[in-house]
């Protein structure tokens, strides 16, 4: 079923509390990726050039229900009041005399950001009290936060229990891209899988296997399957509980007619540190004791760019190596341009969210691909095939 979108519903003097995901790292008081602020844009402008009020909710980081003035959102506002050409008003509080007040004073055309929303308990309980007083500040509800799609929380499932809810044009974009690579992909259908755990990605990986092509294997993740097939892997980050699973994805691909491909060679070091003395290892030859590996080599490098060079459709989540640290980061620089290449010829390329979407803009290839998606977890969830309370709570389109 298709969702109710911005589009759908006339906004013309209404008041719109809008969930957006203003999630920005912070230092020193400073935004330092205004990424996903930017993201949130296209949907505020279009509903304020449709004449609404515009009520802004969003978490930052993890104050587990205290105010705590370092996760305050007040730097969000400031940067935002600079970038629309409409007045953003900022109140200090998410509910009471303050934010009502802050409402009725509001102007067709303008925004109000509310504070923190997980200064309240209540938000990440979904409570129906914390729920229906902010879905009593509006008529309709936005929801364009698909970084927490994932979560039923009162912002954004709650609220939708009491108004209409709405899909914004940058969850719109996120379900549309998602779901066409889970449900219907063009093929060669490739998925590029890094990052740290196995464990976090057992259920993408099976539910992948139903219709992925190919399945490259970087990251430290890497190593729980290398071990599971017998290799040496040195002192390398392994899970040592999931070798079985590991052993068992392996043998499901086999039986389903999927190709896995994992690394044949990796950079290595004693250290995660920049500066250490690296090298260049084949897995068939082992990694020693006391050197683990931080990155895949050039040998994979050229054996994942053959894996890539034809695909039609390509889903990449988790980086190849430790990419924060230049010395480690070739080997996801190297194939985040080969899915970039590809994109040029045609090919759908969809960017996991979070590492991958960091390291897509630490080398500056961002903009290269089909779609950087805002969320991690909730983009890993839909490629498990799970359905997201997030999205499940916007309102269905009537036939």
Not at 39 to 56: D, R
Not at 228 to 237: D, H, I, Q, Y
Request: hydrophobic share 40%.
């Amino acid at each position: 079923m298709e969702k109710l979108t911005v589009k759908d519903v006339d906004l013309k003097g209404k008041k719109v509390i809008m969930r957006v995901d203003f999630n920005v790292p912070l230092k020193d008081g400073k935004i330092t990726d205004e990424t996903r602020i930017k993201a949130a844009l296209s949907t505020i402008e279009y509903v304020l050039e449709k004449g609404a009020k515009v009520i802004l909710l969003s978490h930052l980081g993890r104050p587990k229900g205290e105010k705590k003035p370092e996760f305050s959102l007040k730097p969000v506002a400031d940067r935002l009041n600079e970038i629309l050409n409409s007045n953003v008003y900022f109140v200090d509080e998410t509910r009471g005399e303050k934010v009502e007040k802050a409402v009725s004073e509001l102007k067709d055309g303008e925004v109000l950001l509310i504070e923190n929303t997980r200064f309240e308990k209540g938000e990440t309980k979904n409570d129906p009290e914390l729920a229906k007083y902010w879905a009593s500040l509006a008529d309709i509800h936005v929801n364009d936060a698909f970084g927490t799609a994932h979560r039923a929380h009162a912002s954004n499932v709650g609220i939708a229990e009491y108004i209409p809810s709405v899909a914004g044009f940058l969850m719109k974009k996120e379900i549309e891209f998602l779901k066409k690579a889970v449900e219907n992909p063009e093929k060669p259908y490739v998925v590029i899988l890094g990052g740290a755990k196995v464990s976090d990605k057992i259920g993408v990986i099976n539910n992948l296997l139903n219709n992925a092509d190919r399945i490259l294997i970087g990251g430290a993740m890497m190593f729980t399957f290398l071990k599971a097939l017998g290799k040496k892997v040195g002192s390398s980050l392994v899970e040592e509980d999931k070798l079985d699973v590991a052993k068992e994805i392996l043998d499901n691909a086999k039986a389903k007619g999927v190709e896995i491909v994992l690394p044949v060679d990796a950079v290595i070091a004693q250290k995660i540190e920049a500066g250490v003395e690296k090298k260049t290892v084949k897995m068939d030859d082992g990694i020693s004791e006391g050197w683990m590996g931080l990155d895949i080599g050039p040998e994979t490098v050229s054996l994942f760019k053959d894996k890539i060079s034809d695909a039609k459709t390509i889903v990449w989540n988790g980086p190849m190596g430790v990419f924060e640290i230049d010395d480690f980061s070739e080997g996801t620089k190297e194939v985040a341009k080969a899915i970039a290449e590809v994109t040029k010829k045609g090919c759908t390329s969809i960017i996991g969210g979070g590492d991958s979407a960091a390291a897509a803009e630490k080398f500056g290839l961002a903009n290269e691909f089909s779609h950087v998606s805002t969320g991690g977890g909730a983009s890993l969830e839909l490629l498990e095939g799970k359905e997201l309370p997030g999205i499940a709570s916007i309102t269905e389109k009537k036939n």
